[in-house]
Every structure is written in C-alpha cells, then in structure tokens.
C-alpha cells in the first residue's frame, strides 16, 4: 500500500504570513496533485505535477515535486483568508487513474 | 464544473438497515469512484469502476458493494449498515488523465 503523510496536520496563521505544507511517501509516484476542500464541498484540483524537480506558480502558491518523485510541497506567499481549508495532496497509483490521498493539511488564516 | 450530483446529501439511518447512494455523472467519464472521509484519514477509496459492469475493490471495500449498469450511474450500497460506517462520501469521476473531479458529497449517520 502506497502511503502519503502530510505535515502539519493544522496551521493557524495571520494573513500575510507564509507558509509550507509538506507531502511524503516511500512510494515513487508517476504523478501528484494536490487538491483544496472547502467545508460542505468536494475537494477541488489545483496542480499536478509529474517530473521530478518540477515547480509550478499559481499565483501565491508554488508546487513542487521532489527529484525522486517521492515527495512534493505546497508554499503559500503572503496567505489571505480564502486560503483557507484542507489541503490534499494526491499519488497517482499508475492504475484506473487511482489517486492515493494523503492525510490532508488544514490551514486557517486569520485577519 | 464537472456534472457531478450525489444523492442523497444527507442521511440518518439505523444499524442494520440496507442504504443506497448514487452518484450521476453527465461528463461521459469511463472512471467513477467512491471514497470516505474520515477525520486523520483523509480521502480512501471504497470501490471504483473502469466501465460499465466493470468494478473493483479499493483500501477499504468491507461491507460495501457498488454497481455500474449505465456509464452515467455509480451506486455504492452498504448492505447492513454499521455505526463504523458513519462518514462522508464522496464520488469522482475521471476521464483517464490523472485528474479526478469530485461530487458535492453524501453525510450519512448510522445510529
């Protein structure tokens, strides 16, 4: 079973402060996403990233996957309140397009 | 947004009663899957599909069932529902690109 461990589990920040959330496994992964959830709703796609070492910008946020394509991280630049909700990051199995999950971040930024 | 409906949304049901979920998709999508929430435990798969008629199991498949007789519908039954079985679900659907794009998700209580 391919294991994903996120870290931390809660964050709790003022708004303009930075931030990292890190994913890990043992396992190498073809592919990983990372997702965001809102309460009461399904969690929604951000990035993916597949090459090892690759970064990618969505604004405020950087993603990038580790060399080995083990691990990747999520940093937030100067974080606003809609940042906030559970952050998951996602290993594609290579199989059915099966994504193992990892145990989520959840970050709350205040004014 | 991908077309994705769950139903129901909520549910309240007593241990041992047989309950149901759908899921309807109308995005022609091949892959449908179904996934539980838990706090600590992030997103893990139950079942998914790969076709019409075309199941298999995933981490946590135990007292559940699922079918697929028309690409649209992926339905998730917990023959004799449990309290352990208390949580939210959700279903995706994917095309076959890595991504997976989520329902709005179905809270069921077993008492």
């Known amino acids: 079973t391919q294991l994903l461990e996120q870290s931390p589990q809660f964050l709790s920040i003022q708004e303009g402060e930075n931030l990292t959330v890190y994913c890990n496994s043992s396992?190498?992964?073809?592919?990983l996403q990372w997702y965001r959830q809102e309460p009461g709703e399904g969690p929604v796609l951000l990035v993916t990233?597949?090459?090892?070492?690759e970064v990618k910008k969505l604004k405020r946020l950087t993603f990038q996957f580790g060399d080995a394509r083990k691990d990747s991280s999520l940093h937030i630049t100067a974080a606003q309140p809609g940042d906030t909700g559970l952050y998951l990051c996602a290993g594609d199995t290579g199989t059915a397009s099966k994504l193992t999950f990892g145990t989520g971040t959840r970050l709350q930024v205040t004014l | 947004d991908a077309g994705i409906t769950q139903s129901p949304r909520h549910k309240v049901t007593e241990t041992g009663t047989p309950v149901t979920l759908r899921c309807h998709q109308t995005?022609?999508?091949?892959?449908m899957y179904w996934y539980r929430q838990d706090p600590g435990h992030g997103l893990r798969l139950i079942h998914y599909s790969y076709g019409v008629k075309d199941t298999d199991k995933g981490e946590v498949s135990d007292g559940y069932s699922v079918s697929r007789s028309k690409t649209e519908d992926f339905l998730l039954t917990l023959e004799s529902a449990t309290s352990s079985q208390t949580s939210v679900y959700f279903c995706a659907i994917s095309g076959g690109a890595d991504t997976q794009y989520f329902g709005p998700g179905t809270r069921l209580t077993v008492l």
């Open positions: 995005e022609n999508h091949r892959y």
């Open positions: 990233v597949v090459t090892g070492g």
């Open positions: 396992s190498v992964f073809s592919s």
